[in-house]
T-cell receptor, first 115, second 113 residues
Framework: EPEVTQTPSHQVTQMGQEVILRCVPISNHLYFYWYRQILGQKVEFLVSFYNNEISEKSEIFDDQFSVERPDGSNFTLKIRSTKLEDSAMYFC?????????????FGNGTRLTVT | QQQVKQSPQSLIVQKGGISIINCAYENTAFDYFPWYQQFPGKGPALLIAIRPDVSEKKEGRFTISFNKSAKQFSLHIMDSQPGDSATYFCAASKGGTGNQFYFGTGTSLTVIP
């Protein structure tokens, strides 16, 4: 079964540094998402992306965050200047359509640790 | 503001028992209510979902009960097995391009052999 692939599985960075989290969505999917999960807490929406532009974003997704689909396969999340509170598990997700019968498929996540 | 409230935070059930997890929502514009199952080190995976035009949906041992007037929905796991031990998240979304999913805080289920 096709999978959403995320790299790296774990990223450690110093506060103030830039990080790029990478995702390869399922190949025929059209909608892409980033979510994050702070340890032991709920899964929080960051941003959705369709047709090479942001469809929706949350309050968390401020100017420090950006997303890009640099080619036909990768979908990246960049955090320009990381803060301690950015430490979390970041999940990429994709779906074929936005309808109910097109479920959201999550990757296994990238654990970001900001020191 | 928490769009979806989930309880309990953790649940311990004997093998063969029934696990029940509850969620409540506020936004009446929500029209799709999935449940996700997450194992350690993995991303959430869709388990079962319901739309508000039905009151119950069953898939194998998993059943969603939906009460539109009370704005509540619940997941029932019948004949719970140790392999069901995982974290379960309810979620809600409304139609539209992108349609953000709002997740509950998760329930850690442990099924004791």
């Amino acid at each position: 079964e096709p999978e959403v692939t995320q790299t790296p599985s774990h990223q450690v960075t110093q506060m103030g540094q830039e990080v790029i989290l990478r995702c390869v969505p399922i190949s025929n999917h059209l909608y892409f998402y980033w979510y994050r999960q702070i340890l032991g807490q709920k899964v929080e929406f960051l941003v959705s992306f369709y047709n090479n532009e942001i469809s929706e974003k949350s309050e968390i997704f401020d100017d420090q965050f950006s997303v890009e689909r640099p080619d036909g396969s990768n979908f990246t999340l960049k955090i320009r200047s990381t803060k301690l509170e950015d430490s979390a598990m970041y999940f990429c997700a994709s779906r074929w359509l936005w309808t109910d019968n097109s479920p959201l498929h999550f990757g296994n996540g990238t654990r970001l640790t900001v020191t | 503001q928490q769009q979806v409230k989930q309880s309990p935070q953790s649940l311990i059930v004997q093998k063969g028992g029934i696990s029940i997890i509850n969620c409540a929502y506020e936004n009446t514009a929500f029209d799709y209510f999935p449940w996700y199952q997450q194992f350690p080190g993995k991303g959430p995976a869709l388990l079962i979902a319901i739309r508000p035009d039905v009151s119950e949906k069953k898939e194998g041992r998993f059943t969603i009960s939906f009460n539109k007037s009370a704005k509540q929905f619940s997941l029932h796991i019948m004949d719970s097995q140790p392999g069901d031990s995982a974290t379960y998240f309810c979620a809600a979304s409304k139609g539209g391009t992108g349609n953000q999913f709002y997740f509950g805080t998760g329930t850690s289920l442990t099924v004791i052999p």
